[in-house]
Nanobody, 127 residues
Framework: QVHLVESGGGLVQAGGSLRLSCATS????????MGWFRQVSGKEREFVAV????????YYAASVKGRFTISRDNAKNTVYLQMNSLKPEDTAVYYC????????????????????WGQGTQVTVSS
């Protein structure tokens, strides 16, 4: 059984930083890419960042590029999202996700491709 467990959310002032973690279990990581999405109540879920577990290839939404960094630790089976220079508009519930991929360079940006989701963690950025 596959589990994705997020942690690290919280309240931070604008300009601050947070690091989200997503611990995985039951997953053959080399067959997947791991991504972060976020959702504000009443709005659609939005792609944030993704990493191909095998190659480490990454891709970011334009709104976070240069401020957020996605990475993975193979030994800990954990994916991270380092968020710097946070803005109030980054406030959302952040979800970790996993989608199967068929090459070392493949990633995904649509939530329709996701096979597994975490439970979500709230990030609130105050102005």
């Amino acid at each position: 059984q596959v589990h994705l467990v997020e942690s690290g959310g919280g309240l931070v002032q604008a300009g601050g930083s947070l690091r989200l973690s997503c611990a995985t279990s039951g997953l053959t990581e080399s067959d997947y890419a791991m991504g972060w999405f976020r959702q504000v109540s009443g709005k659609e879920r939005e792609f944030v960042a993704v990493i191909n577990w095998s190659s480490g290839y990454t891709y970011y939404a334009a709104s976070v590029k240069g401020r957020f960094t996605i990475s993975r630790d193979n030994a800990k089976n954990t994916v991270y999202l380092q968020m710097n220079s946070l803005k109030p508009e980054d406030t959302a519930v952040y979800y970790c996700s996993a989608a199967p991929v068929h090459s070392r360079w493949a990633v995904y940006t649509s939530d329709t491709e996701v096979e597994y989701w975490g439970q979500g963690t709230q990030v609130t950025v105050s102005s």
